[in-house]
């Protein structure tokens, strides 16, 4: 079984051992989809990212929060940037802001605009402790 058979089933146990080869065989599902699959995809139809890399700090994020890859990738295509990053280094990055299947759910990406290098550098589900009810502004605290 390739990891392509990982990327349309769930899989839910609950064994760490079992997690962490679960884990590992996600990564491998999004290396071969985000590197192999996608040539290239416009991302807020303005840039073309020619390559997609998930970084293993989101890879761990979504496996760890049960998201999955066609959502980040939708949230990307067409989901809204609510904060920009122009000074992050080595590239700057962007807060998306995009609907999953059971919540909302922000995607960080940095983007090499020379190399049309788009990276997910995390993934999570927003607080309402933390964010205003529309998720778009962090609550004052």
């Not at 989809?33 to 995809?41: C, D, Y």
């Not at 997609?52 to 890879?59: D, R, V």
Request: net charge negative.
């Amino acid at each position: 079984m390739g990891p392509s058979h990982f990327c349309t089933g769930t899989t839910s146990i609950s064994f760490m051992r079992v997690d962490f080869v679960m884990y590992h065989l996600y990564a491998q599902c999004i290396d071969v989809i985000a590197n192999v699959l996608l040539s290239s995809f416009h991302l807020f139809h303005m840039i073309d990212c020619k390559t997609i890399k998930f970084i293993s700090h989101a890879i761990q994020r979504m496996f760890e929060r049960d998201i999955r890859q066609p959502e980040v990738l939708n949230i990307l295509s067409s989901g809204e940037i609510i904060n920009q990053y122009p000074d992050d280094k080595p590239f700057p990055s962007y807060l998306v802001l995009g609907h999953g299947r059971l919540s909302p759910i922000h995607v960080v990406i940095a983007i090499d605009q020379e190399s049309s290098l788009c990276i997910v550098v995390t993934v999570y589900i927003p607080s309402d402790k933390l964010w205003e009810a529309d998720f778009r502004r962090r609550k004052e605290l």
